[in-house]
């Protein structure tokens, strides 16, 4: 196993074990709402990238592998749900935002031809 899927995963294990509050209903939409973002991005800029075009992401270079797609991802989705999960009173502001910045960014990748 490689030692970031370790890293992620005991990070996971640990984040669930002590919360500053339960989640609401509302909040755990929010969450969902969050990773379905983010991985219409991914897949978006997967196709974006298959099809000859450069990704615009900073953090990203212009021509990112797969195995690194594969890591950004589900990294910021991770690092997302964790910080709102530490801000509980910004945690909805945070995880609709964020989904919403990823269903924009998947939408503008779709309309390139």
Same mark, same amino acid.
């Given at each position: 196993? #490689?030692?970031?899927?370790?890293?992620?995963?005991?990070?996971?294990?640990?984040? %669930?074990?002590?919360?500053? *509050?339960?989640?609401?209903? !509302?909040?755990? =939409?929010?969450?969902?709402? /969050?990773?379905?973002?983010?991985?219409?991005?991914?897949?978006? =800029?997967? !196709?974006?990238?298959? /099809?000859?075009? *450069?990704?615009? /992401?900073?953090?990203?270079?212009? *021509?990112?592998?797969?195995?690194?797609?594969?890591?950004?991802?589900?990294?910021?989705?991770?690092? =997302?749900?964790?910080?709102?999960?530490?801000?509980?009173?910004? *945690? #909805?502001?945070?995880?609709?935002?964020?989904?919403?910045?990823?269903?924009?960014?998947?939408?503008? /990748? %779709? !309309?390139?031809?």
């Amino acid at each position: 196993m #490689k030692p970031i899927v370790l890293i992620l995963i005991v990070g996971l294990i640990f984040t %669930s074990c002590a919360s500053p *509050r339960p989640w609401t209903k !509302q909040e755990k =939409t929010a969450a969902v709402f /969050n990773v379905c973002g983010i991985m219409a991005d991914a897949y978006t =800029t997967e !196709q974006m990238l298959d /099809n000859g075009h *450069r990704e615009l /992401n900073p953090t990203l270079s212009e *021509r990112p592998s797969d195995s690194q797609l594969a890591i950004y991802f589900p990294l910021t989705a991770f690092i =997302t749900l964790g910080v709102a999960h530490y801000w509980p009173k910004l *945690r #909805k502001h945070i995880l609709f935002g964020y989904g919403g910045i990823s269903f924009g960014a998947a939408i503008h /990748n %779709s !309309q390139l031809d």
